[in-house]
């Protein structure tokens, strides 16, 4: 087995990685260590100039595509790598996946061209910013919206 044989075997095992990972995990690993987690992202996606593309994928019909490129440009270094290893993929594989897998993971997760609530946990390890209160609150509002208020619960 010579390194072509090598390369080639590495080659395949990220591809599958890939194929596997689709866009299963990338929301999570976007809540994870994006700030203001998936919606931060399509966000910013949008600031970018790509909203009509973005609307598509909430519409789930007909998604536009993104370039890797520009999807790589609107992710911060430190962002990028964490969720790369995250999803366990090379870094330099990331952006390509994402054009792939991540318009049928927002199509997925949307209702009525709405992004439904997601997750967002602190980035302050990723992004080197304190968490804001507001953005606390937003996340426990978002879990209220999910899971219910178990205060009122216990009121009843």
Same mark, same amino acid.
């Given at each position: 087995?010579?390194? /072509?044989?090598?390369?080639? &075997?590495?080659?395949?095992?990220?591809?599958?990685?890939?194929?596997e990972?689709?866009?299963? &995990?990338?929301?999570m690993?976007?809540? #994870?260590?994006?700030?203001?987690?998936?919606?931060?992202?399509? &966000?910013?996606? #949008? !600031? @970018?100039?790509?909203?009509? @593309?973005?609307?598509?994928?909430l519409?789930?019909?007909?998604?536009?595509?993104?370039?890797? $490129?520009?999807?790589?440009?609107?992710?911060?270094?430190?962002?990028? @790598?964490?969720?790369?290893?995250?999803?366990?993929? $090379?870094?330099?594989?990331?952006?390509?996946?994402?054009?792939?897998?991540?318009?049928?993971?927002?199509?997925?997760?949307? /209702?009525?061209?709405?992004?439904?609530? !997601?997750?967002?946990?602190?980035?302050? !390890?990723?992004?080197? #910013?304190?968490?804001?209160?507001?953005?606390? /609150?937003?996340?426990?509002?978002?879990?209220?919206?999910?899971?219910? &208020?178990? @205060?009122?619960?216990? /009121? !009843?």
């Amino acid at each position: 087995m010579g390194l /072509k044989d090598v390369l080639g &075997d590495l080659a395949a095992a990220t591809e599958r990685t890939i194929a596997e990972v689709g866009g299963r &995990d990338i929301p999570m690993a976007f809540a #994870k260590f994006h700030p203001g987690g998936l919606a931060g992202f399509l &966000d910013r996606l #949008k !600031q @970018e100039g790509h909203g009509a @593309e973005v609307d598509s994928w909430l519409q789930a019909i007909d998604p536009r595509p993104i370039p890797a $490129p520009a999807l790589a440009a609107c992710l911060p270094e430190p962002v990028a @790598e964490s969720i790369a290893r995250d999803l366990s993929l $090379p870094r330099e594989r990331l952006a390509t996946a994402l054009a792939e897998f991540l318009p049928a993971a927002v199509a997925a997760r949307s /209702k009525d061209g709405r992004l439904t609530p !997601q997750p967002v946990f602190s980035s302050t !390890q990723v992004v080197g #910013k304190p968490a804001q209160g507001s953005e606390l /609150k937003s996340v426990e509002t978002e879990h209220r919206t999910m899971f219910g &208020d178990p @205060e009122s619960e216990v /009121k !009843q």
